[in-house]
C-alpha cells in the first residue's frame, strides 16, 4: 500500500489546537505503513511581527474585555452576514499555506484550527487543491460558524450533540463522525493511582488538589486565592501547572515555601496524565483540550472564571452533564472546594456521569486516526468539488 502524506494545519492561539494536531499527528504515525504525516502551524506563516500583534491582542481582547468576545462569538457563532465578514478577514498568510502545501503534496489536509478551515476553504474556493480532500477537527463541545465551510469534506467531532449542531447548521450528516477530541495516546488508559502517588512521594490517603490556567498560564489575580486554599482544613496536596508563565511559576513557589499545606509548583509538564490520574478534584479552564484530558482521566472539575466564547460553550456542556461545577467568585470557588473534598460520594457521581463520555475520549487519537483512514480509503475513487 502508498504511504499517504497527510497535513494537519494548526494554529498557536492558546495550546488546545496544536496538542489536537499533534495528538492525531501520533496516533497516525503508530501506523507507520499508511502515513506520513507533518504538523504546520498556519499562524507561524504570518510576518513575525503581524503574528505576535495578532496573537497578543487576541489574548488582550479575551481575558480583559470576555463580555465583547463573548457577544462578538454568539454574533457570529451561526452562519450569517456577520460570520461571512469575519472569514473573509482569515487571509493573512493564505498564499503562503498554498506555497507550503504546493511542496508537500498532501493527499490529504485535516485542520484542527478554526482560522486554517477558513483559509483552506478560501484556497479551494479559488480552484487550489480542490482534489485533496479537507478534514476538520472541531476542537471544543460546541461549534462556531468558523468551523463550518462550504468546501471542508468531513468533520470529526467530540460528541452526539455536536454533531447536531452541524446537522442543524446544514452540514450533512454523512459527514461528521464522532471520534471525541484528540488527545494524546499517553490517556489511553486509566492508571493505577495507587502505583503514582508511591512514586511521586504521596501519601495515598492525601487528598490531591490539582489547578491548572491553561497552557498560556492565564491564573490572573490566583495568589489572593492560594492564599485562602492554604487555609483549608482538610490535609490536601496542592499541585500547580503553571505552563510557561514564568511570573506565576516564581509567584507561587515563593508562596510554596511558607505554605501550611504542602504545595508543588510545576512549569510546563510532560506527564499531566499521571498528574490527573493522582489528582481527585480539578480547578481549571474549561479549554476543549484540558477538558477532555480530565475526562478520559475520569477527574471531576470546578470551572473558575471561564471566559465568553467556546469556554463559555464547554462549561455548558460540562454543567448539563453533571461532570463539573462552575463559579466566577472566589469565596464560592473555596466553598465548592470544601465541599467536594468532604464529601467524596458527590465526586464518585461525577466520575460516574464522565463514563458515558470517558471511553470515547481514551481512545479519541486511535478513533480520529482511523477515521482518517476510512475516509482516505473512501475518497480514493471520490472525485472533490
Not at 148 to 157: E, I, K, P
Not at 231 to 243: F, L, M, Q, T, Y
Request: glycine content about 6%; charged content about 20%; overall charge positive.
Amino acid at each position: 500500500m502508498a504511504i499517504a502524506k497527510v497535513i494537519i494545519l494548526t494554529g498557536s492561539y492558546g495550546t488546545g489546537h496544536k496538542r489536537a494536531a499533534h495528538a492525531l499527528a501520533k496516533a497516525l504515525d503508530l501506523n507507520t505503513s499508511q502515513f506520513s504525516t507533518r504538523v504546520l502551524d498556519v499562524t507561524s506563516l504570518a510576518p513575525p511581527r503581524l503574528d505576535s500583534l495578532e496573537k497578543r491582542t487576541f489574548l488582550s481582547g479575551v481575558t480583559h474585555f470576555p463580555s465583547l468576545y463573548h457577544y462578538i462569538y454568539k454574533k457570529t457563532q451561526k452562519n450569517n452576514i456577520a460570520s461571512s465578514l469575519i472569514k473573509k478577514m482569515n487571509r493573512v498568510g493564505v498564499y503562503r499555506l498554498i506555497s507550503a502545501l504546493e511542496e508537500e503534496h498532501p493527499d490529504l489536509i485535516v485542520s484542527t484550527f478554526p482560522v486554517a478551515s477558513v483559509m483552506m476553504s478560501l484556497i479551494k474556493q479559488a480552484d487550489w487543491f480542490t482534489s485533496v480532500p479537507l478534514l476538520t477537527v472541531i476542537t471544543d463541545y460546541s461549534v462556531h460558524s468558523t468551523w463550518v465551510n462550504q468546501y471542508t469534506d468531513g468533520y470529526l467531532v467530540a460528541t452526539q450533540e455536536v454533531k447536531q449542531m452541524l446537522i442543524d447548521m446544514n452540514v450533512d450528516p454523512e459527514k461528521i463522525m464522532i471520534t471525541g477530541i484528540p488527545i494524546h495516546p499517553k490517556f489511553s488508559g486509566l492508571q493505577n493511582k495507587r502505583e503514582l502517588k508511591e512514586r511521586y512521594h504521596i501519601p495515598y490517603h492525601q487528598k490531591v488538589l490539582l489547578l491548572m490556567g491553561g497552557g498560556g498560564g492565564i491564573f490572573g489575580h490566583f495568589l489572593p486565592i492560594l492564599r485562602q486554599l492554604d487555609k483549608i482544613e482538610p490535609d490536601v496536596r496542592i499541585v500547580i501547572i503553571c505552563g510557561q508563565n514564568r511570573k506565576i511559576f516564581q509567584q507561587f513557589t515563593q508562596f510554596s515555601r511558607t505554605a501550611k499545606h504542602n504545595i508543588q509548583v510545576e512549569g510546563f509538564v510532560h506527564n499531566m496524565n499521571e498528574w490527573m490520574a493522582i489528582a481527585d478534584l480539578l480547578i481549571t479552564k474549561p479549554g476543549g483540550l484540558t477538558v477532555s484530558e480530565a475526562i478520559a482521566s475520569e477527574l471531576p472539575m470546578i470551572i473558575y472564571r471561564p471566559l465568553g466564547g467556546q469556554e463559555a460553550d464547554n462549561t455548558q456542556f460540562l454543567l448539563s452533564s453533571g461532570i463539573s461545577v462552575a463559579t466566577n467568585d472566589h469565596s464560592e470557588l473555596i466553598e465548592h472546594l470544601i465541599d467536594l473534598l468532604n464529601n467524596p460520594l458527590t465526586l464518585d457521581i461525577m466520575r460516574t456521569n464522565m463514563r458515558p463520555y470517558s471511553i470515547e475520549q481514551r481512545q479519541s487519537a486511535k478513533n480520529a486516526a482511523n477515521a482518517v483512514a476510512q475516509f482516505l480509503s473512501a475518497a480514493s475513487s471520490i472525485q472533490f468539488a
